[in-house]
C-alpha cells in the first residue's frame, strides 16, 4: 500500500517568513495530493489540493509543488501569520481504487513566533 | 449544502464499557464513508471504510467495528473498550470530486 513520509515534524519561524513542508510517497500510482491543516482540538480542513496532472498550484500565500518523478511534494507558506499556527497533514491517494481513501503523513507541527 | 455530523463529541467510558459513533451525511448520495483515528499527539489512522451500504472493509486488526445501516449513516462501535481505544475520532466523506471532508470529531477517553 501506499506509504507517506512527512517532514521536519515540528517547525518553527518568525511571522513574516515562509514555510516549508515536505512529503514523499511511494505508490507511483497516486494521483491526488491534498494538504490538511488542524487546529488544536478541531478536525482536519482541506487547504489546498493538487492532482498529479499539474505541477504547482497556488492560492494566495499557500502553494503547492508536485515532482512526480521523485514523488514529493511541499507546501510553501509564505509571509507566515500567527493564525498559520496549526499541525499540517499531507495526504495522497489514487483516486478511482476501491475506496480512495487518504494515506496521511504523521503531521508537522508549524509555530509562527512573533 | 453538503455538510457531516458526527456525535458525540466527547465522551469517557470505563473500560470494558461498549461504544457507539454515528456519523451522517447530508447534501450527497452513495458517498465513499470513513472512520479515522488521531491518537494524542499523532496522526490520522484508516480505521474503517465504506464504498456502500452494507460494505466495510477494515484497514487494521481492533477490537472496533463498523457499519453502515442507510447509505449515509455510519457508525462506529465496540463491544468492549480497552485503554488503548482512547483518542481523537474523525468520520469522514468524499462528498465531491476527490475531496474529503470530516466531521467534527468524538472525544474519547476510556478510563
Known amino acids: 500500500g501506499e506509504n507517506v513520509e512527512q517532514h521536519p515534524s515540528t517547525l518553527s519561524v518568525q511571522e513574516g517568513d515562509s514555510a516549508v513542508i515536505k512529503c514523499t510517497y511511494s505508490d507511483s500510482a497516486s494521483n491526488y495530493f491534498p494538504w490538511y491543516k488542524q487546529e488544536l482540538g478541531k478536525r482536519p480542513q482541506l487547504i489546498i489540493d493538487i492532482r498529479s496532472n499539474v505541477g504547482e498550484k497556488k492560492d494566495q500565500r499557500i502553494a503547492v509543488t508536485l515532482n512526480k518523478t521523485a514523488k514529493h511534494f511541499s507546501l510553501h507558506i509564505t509571509e507566515t501569520q500567527p493564525e498559520d499556527s496549526a499541525v499540517y497533514f499531507c495526504?495522497?491517494?489514487?483516486?478511482?481504487?476501491?475506496?480512495?481513501?487518504?494515506?496521511f503523513g504523521k503531521g508537522t507541527h508549524l509555530i509562527i513566533q512573533p | 449544502s453538503q455538510t457531516i455530523h458526527q456525535w458525540p463529541a466527547t465522551l469517557v467510558q470505563p473500560v470494558g464499557s461498549p461504544l457507539s459513533l454515528e456519523c451522517t451525511v447530508e447534501?450527497?448520495?452513495?458517498?465513499?464513508l470513513y472512520w479515522y483515528r488521531q491518537a494524542a499527539g499523532r496522526g490520522l489512522q484508516l480505521l474503517f471504510y465504506s464504498v456502500g451500504i452494507g460494505q466495510i472493509s477494515s484497514e487494521v486488526p481492533q477490537n472496533l467495528s463498523a457499519s453502515r445501516p442507510q447509505d449515509r449513516q455510519f457508525i462506529l462501535s465496540s463491544k468492549k473498550l480497552l485503554l488503548s481505544d482512547s483518542g481523537f475520532y474523525l468520520c469522514a466523506a468524499r462528498l465531491s470530486g476527490n475531496t474529503i471532508y470530516f466531521g467534527e470529531g468524538s472525544w474519547l477517553t476510556v478510563v
Open positions: 447534501g450527497t448520495s452513495n458517498p465513499n
Open positions: 495526504a495522497a491517494s489514487m483516486v478511482g481504487r476501491g475506496a480512495d481513501g487518504l494515506t
